[in-house]
């Protein structure tokens, strides 16, 4: 009988190295391969991302140009493809939105922009937006909205617009005949949170249990005619499931083929707390009533700085905190705000970014470090920008900047800016004043001479248009001059700032075709690809004249009736 030898320890020592060392040189081979993997999806997702982001700039070219070429004498002919131009080219730029935010969720560079908002009053605009594609289609859009819900909630609005707007419009998109209603519900409140739930149900052909699973994977839609006939990218389901997994909420289906279809997802949002107002606000209040301070250092607590090298901006923005009974100082550009710093404090500053000799970053920086120098109090600084990119956003956090308010002025956002930083400054809003904005902030070119709902609100929140008026208009020849210089010294950087500028005060007033028109200089100098700077600064005079004809006329108008 054949006896095995024992292995002495030595040899069982040995016998287990080996194993660790083939281990490590498994562990390292599978390493470099992950390490090899990751890098190759944050390329392609970077690649993705880049490449979505620069056909941005020529897709709102021919958006813009099929917009204008509308607004011209044409053929029935004509016009009708010129539409199925704009139509396609909008269609185009939805899937390159989609495939952008897509890459960003891939590249796990997705961040939420967590800050009050008005959740009623986003639902109630967004149900406005499909009212009328559900009468195109013979549907009836119904919305049953809580009201207990609070007047305002932490979290990023824009994202739960987004996933609001994707999933009532496939709801309506597959639904031939009925009904679609979207129905918001408190389910659970804790700890000052609210746990509200989102049902878009619809009346279309429901969902086999087997298919449902797949609509939210990335890339995916149902096989059979309602593919052919509806198309898509198959993105939009999944990036909501992504962003509601960013906002750690849930989401899921209820379907039954041949009875229609509900989505839901459910969020928990805090409750955005109202702030008492203190002894400091008596100040300022006088019978309920705000008293109307026309300096700083009068009776109001507060004194605001406000830095802007237009002064269409600084008017409109002064005009609205005036009226709440702040004290304002104001500056024409960054090296005015610091040395107005170093002097006497302020309870809050609106900061330009992009001013001459010192833009709103540097100016910031400086005013944050001298009163930290100094041992002063540190002022809060407001961004103001038409930027709205992330790159903005962040580059205004990493400054010091620690609220943001895009142009041209949204007066709800403001009302929101100022109750965050100054409670006791009751600054009233009448009405809505809602800015369409996509990802980057676009503004559409060719719009209205003047939006006249735009200057109705404007006038609604700050009083009399006539000397905002009168400044804008003294200042649009200089602004066209400005741009006028740059583009006769071929200076692309010139020219993507002077059209900035003159973009930002004429979106105040509502001029949507003008400022459509600088946005598409401002990008052509963004670019350095100003080879069509010349016509397209033509069409900016022509469109300039027109804005000063009919502001001109309006003001006629009023002092005549009124008199």
């Not at 379907?255 to 707390?273: D, H, K, N």
């Not at 470090?369 to 407001?382: K, T």
């Not at 009448?430 to 902030?441: E, L, T, Y």
């Not at 008026?469 to 006769?488: E, H, M, N, P, W």
Request: proline fraction near 3%.
């Amino acid at each position: 009988m054949t006896q095995h030898k024992e292995a002495t320890p030595q040899q069982q020592v040995a016998e287990l190295e080996a194993i660790i060392r083939t281990l490590r040189e498994e562990n390292g081979r599978l390493r470099k391969k992950a390490n090899h993997a990751d890098s190759a999806n944050k390329a392609k997702s970077d690649f993705l991302a880049m490449i979505s982001h620069e056909i941005r700039t020529p897709m709102n070219g021919v958006i813009g140009l099929s917009e204008l070429l509308l607004g011209t004498d044409l053929e029935d002919r004509q016009k009708h493809f010129a539409e199925l131009i704009l139509t396609s080219a909008r269609n185009l730029l939805t899937l390159i939105n989609s495939l952008l935010d897509f890459s960003k969720i891939e590249a796990k560079k997705m961040v939420l922009d967590l800050a009050p908002f008005d959740l009623t009053g986003m639902l109630m605009e967004t149900m406005d937006l499909y009212a009328l594609s559900g009468e195109q289609k013979k549907l009836m859009v119904l919305a049953d909205i809580d009201d207990r819900l609070a007047p305002s909630y932490i979290g990023d609005g824009y994202r739960i617009r987004q996933i609001l707007v994707n999933l009532l419009g496939n709801a309506i998109k597959f639904t031939s005949r009925g009904e679609v209603r979207l129905k918001v519900d408190i389910v659970g409140k804790a700890s000052n949170t609210d746990t509200i739930r989102f049902e878009v149900k619809d009346t279309g052909p429901g969902i086999v249990r087997e298919k449902q699973g797949e609509l939210f994977q990335p890339f995916t839609q149902l096989d059979g005619p309602a593919k052919l006939r509806h198309g898509g990218t198959g993105l939009g389901l999944s990036i909501c499931a992504k962003l509601i997994e960013l906002m750690d909420g849930a989401l899921g289906l209820n379907s039954v083929p041949g009875e229609g279809s509900t989505f839901w997802f459910q969020l928990r949002l805090p409750v955005a707390g109202a702030e008492t107002a203190g002894s400091d606000t008596a100040k300022c209040l006088r019978d309920g009533d705000v008293t109307k301070t026309g300096a700083a250092g009068d009776d109001c607590p507060y004194t605001i700085l406000i830095v802007d090298d237009e002064p269409t901006n600084r008017m409109v923005l002064r005009e609205s905190l005036q009226r709440a009974g702040a004290g304002i100082i104001e500056a024409e550009d960054g090296r005015q705000a610091v040395e107005h710093c170093m002097t006497r404090d302020f309870d809050l500053i609106f900061m330009d970014c992009q001013m001459p000799v010192v833009d709103g970053f540097e100016a910031t920086d400086k005013i944050l470090a001298n009163a930290a120098d100094s041992n002063r109090s540190i002022p809060p600084v407001i961004a103001l920008t038409a930027d709205a990119t992330m790159d903005t956003r962040q580059r205004c956090q990493d400054t010091g900047m620690i609220d943001y308010l895009l142009k041209p002025l949204n007066f709800d956002e403001l009302k929101q800016v100022i109750g965050r930083q100054l409670p006791g400054l009751q600054v009233h809003i009448q009405g809505r004043h809602v800015i369409d904005r996509d990802n980057d902030s676009e503004i559409k070119a060719g719009g209205m001479i003047i939006n006249p709902e735009t200057l109705e609100k404007l006038g609604n929140n700050i009083g009399n248009l006539g000397p905002v008026i009168t400044v804008f208009l003294q200042t649009l020849s200089s602004r066209f001059t400005d741009i006028s210089r740059a583009v006769q010294a071929k200076d692309a950087d010139a020219i993507a700032r002077a059209a900035h500028t003159l973009k930002g005060s004429s979106s105040q007033f509502g001029a949507e075709e003008l400022s459509g028109l600088c946005r598409r200089m401002e990008d052509m100098g963004r670019s350095h690809n100003i080879s069509q700077a010349e016509p397209l600064l033509r069409e900016i005079g022509r469109s300039a004249e027109r804005v000063r004809e009919e502001l001109t006329r309006r003001e006629t108008d009023n002092t005549q009736s009124s008199s």
